[in-house]
């Protein structure tokens, strides 16, 4: 019996895709995502000018720039729009800039479940994964147990006889000398952002857990290291659709940092608690 061309087609395609399992599910997820990110892009849509290619692959390609090409993609839409806005296309999203004062004071005034900076950057950086409770958290202290916690450090830093502005001054120096190891006089070279990270890394150890781990190698390392994760692993990670960015995210550093940091916190809360009254 003959069999109808169109069918033959239907069932040697079949036959390709059960040879090779992986085909299939590399086409079902490439599909799944191009939906995703179609859906995604048209909810969102905001109508202001565009930068970058135009046409039907425009934004996309425009995507794909922006990881080497942002600085002057953004100065291009200062100089085409900037008494208005523009948007860029991202690998995750359209990003939208307002340039007009007005619109900006307009923004500014709007309240938290209107317009939150909060979310965006819990989005942009995806916090669930990248920082775990940072986003969760940001809502869940009171303000008066902010506003005595921060009296009580600026009581402590102004007190002229109280160790602990000494204590950070001793602190930054000791990062500065760990990280400039100036050997003779003369003209030195080094990098300004990889010093400068690892001297807030110092401060930021010694304000959140004092000593001795802000004096371990490995805590500041990875201190240093995340900083630098959080923003490419959030990038990389909202490229996805929401059900596998849990999936992606067990493949990508800031989480594995995150964890590793925990676990050494964690070990340290326990050694003070089973042993009080240490330095700190």
């Not at 059960?18 to 939906?35: R, T, V």
């Not at 720039?65 to 953004?74: E, F, G, T, V």
């Not at 940091?261 to 330095?279: A, Q, S, V, Y």
């Amino acid at each position: 019996m003959a069999v109808p061309l169109a069918r033959t087609s239907d069932i040697q395609s079949l036959m390709f895709f059960s040879g090779y399992p992986w085909a299939f599910a590399l086409s079902l997820l490439s599909l799944i995502w191009i939906i995703s990110i179609w859906r995604q892009s048209r909810k969102s849509w905001v109508d202001v000018p565009s930068v970058g290619k135009h046409g039907i692959l425009g934004s996309w390609v425009t995507a794909f720039q922006w990881q080497h090409k942002a600085r002057s993609l953004i100065q291009e839409g200062y100089e085409k729009h900037g008494d208005y806005a523009f948007k860029v296309a991202t690998p995750s999203r359209w990003e939208v800039f307002i340039c007009n004062e007005k619109m900006i004071k307009e923004y500014k005034s709007l309240m938290d479940n209107q317009f939150s900076a909060n979310a965006v950057t819990a989005d942009m950086f995806q916090t669930r994964w990248t920082a775990p409770g940072a986003a969760e958290g940001v809502h869940k202290i009171p303000v008066p147990l902010l506003s005595k916690g921060l009296t009580w450090q600026r009581n402590r830093s102004t007190a002229a006889d109280d160790p602990y502005f000494s204590e950070f001054v001793t602190e930054f120096l000791h990062a500065w000398e760990a990280g400039v190891k100036i050997a003779s006089n003369g003209p030195y070279d080094f990098c300004c952002f990889e010093t400068g990270t690892r001297i807030v890394a110092h401060l930021t150890a010694k304000s959140l857990v004092g000593y001795p781990l802000c004096r371990d190698p490995e805590v500041i390392e990875l201190f240093a290291q995340y900083g630098n994760a959080v923003p490419t692993s959030g990038f990389f990670i909202a490229m996805f659709p929401g059900f596998l960015r849990p999936f992606v995210a067990k493949f990508c550093e800031a989480p594995r940092i995150s964890a590793r940091l925990d676990t050494i916190f964690l070990n340290e809360m326990k050694e003070r608690h089973l042993h009080p009254g240490g330095e700190a």
